[in-house]
Structure formats: C-alpha cells, structure tokens
C-alpha cells in the first residue's frame, strides 16, 4: 500500500503558550536587574554578576523553546533526547554571556549595541532551529519556509536591538524602572517571536498510513 501523506497544522495549548510568555518576560526582567547589581552591589565580583544575568537569560531561552515544543499538540509521538536537551543550555547562555559581555563594557557604542542585539537575536533563532532538530517525530516529515525563516531573524533581531539600545542608552532616574521594564519585554517579544514565528516557518507532512491518532511526547531517556 502506497503512503499517504497529509499536510498538518499543529495547534497549541494556550495555558502552556501563556506560561512560556511568563517565562520569557520574567527571565528577562531578572537577567537585566541582576546585571544591574555589577554597578551598586558590591556583594560579588562584576563578572559573577554578568554569568548570573547571562545563565538567568539563557535558561529563559532555554525554557521558552522546550515550553513552546510541550505545547504544540500534534496527533502523533514525539520523542525528545534527554541529553541534547540539556546540552541546548549551554549555547543559550553563551550567547546572553557575549552580548552582557558587549553591552557592559566601559566604553561602549550604539554600534556595539546593535552588534550584540544582532548576535543575541541570531543566536535566539538559531537556538530554536538547532532545538527543532532535537526532536524525533514517529511518521512525520517536515521541511522550512525560507522566507518565512528570514522573517523570523529579521524580527527577532530587531526586537534584540532595541531592547539593548534601550537598556544601554535609556536611563533615567525617575523613569528607571519603567524603562528597564520596557527594555525586557522588548527583549522577550524578541524570545517569544524567534520560537512562535520559526514554529510557523515549519511544514508538516504526516504519514496518514502509518501514524497512530494521538498526541504523545516522550523523553528519550538513553545516552
């Protein structure tokens, strides 16, 4: 019997999707006020308090993506290995480390602003693409709108920059935290955007044949 193949479009649960919003703009709020500390707290070194800020933002990243994947409802398995999983961590925080790293330095430039907003905002969609490739699905075949991929780093990346100009550059004592504030949600519509609109650059071709009609995911616990 040939296969027969079908178009699918994934819906979501809202409660997970609300809860992934949650946790991007909470992530990014703490990393940003946790960098802050470096000026006035002299509790801990400088560089502590920027591998603080850049592991709260990373597993922010992190947890947006893996949130965003849980909440995508699809009527077949999908099956996750636990060890790349963890191992996606780590250049989500490399890339908050480098772009806390540039947005600190003494004598900074809008010009290394914008620099470390594209490279947090590319390094976001990356994140996300390099995530999806983790994911082993049971009867499924998917491929990737190219436009719609540079959509998605376009945005992201422009989002990024602005939440780090506005961070950088936006100081004012009365206004202080209300334009930290603006400067972190800027930069979690950045996280939100990199996921939701990659999820949309995603095509879904599903073996009707084989698949079996529910939805499960399931985490690969082998090394």
């Known amino acids: 019997m040939e296969d027969f193949w079908l178009y699918y479009l994934p819906t979501y649960n809202d409660y997970l999707v609300i809860f992934s919003l949650i946790v991007a ?16 707290n002299t ?14 933002l990373g597993a922010g990243i992190w947890a947006v993506h893996f949130l965003g994947m849980v909440a995508m409802q699809m009527p077949f398995t999908v099956a996750y290995s636990k060890i790349l999983t963890i ?23 809008w010009m290394r602003a914008t ?6 905002g590319v390094g976001i969609v990356l994140i996300h693409y390099f995530g999806m490739m983790v994911m082993n699905f049971e009867d499924v075949r998917f491929s990737y709108r190219l436009h719609m ?10 989002l990024a920059v602005s939440a780090l100009l506005m961070y950088r550059y936006v100081y004012v004592r009365r206004g202080y935290f209300l334009s930290r504030f603006m400067s972190a949600m800027l930069l979690a519509c950045a996280i939100i ?29 082998t090394f």
């Open 87 to 109: 191992v996606m961590l780590i250049p989500s925080i490399f890339v908050s480390l480098i772009a806390f790293y540039y947005i600190n330095q003494p004598r900074h430039t």
């Open 43 to 56: 509790l801990l070194s400088r560089t502590t308090w920027m591998m603080l800020a850049s592991t709260t």
């Open 149 to 158: 991929m540079a959509l998605a780093s376009l945005v992201v990346s422009l």
């Open 193 to 221: 955007a990199a996921h939701y609109m990659g999820m949309w650059s995603v095509v879904y071709e599903a073996n009707m044949t084989h698949i079996h009609m529910h939805h499960s995911v399931e985490m690969d616990l």
């Open 115 to 120: 620099i470390s907003g594209i490279f947090i």
């Open 25 to 40: 703009c909470a992530s990014t709020a703490a990393a940003f006020f946790i960098n802050d500390q470096m000026k006035t």
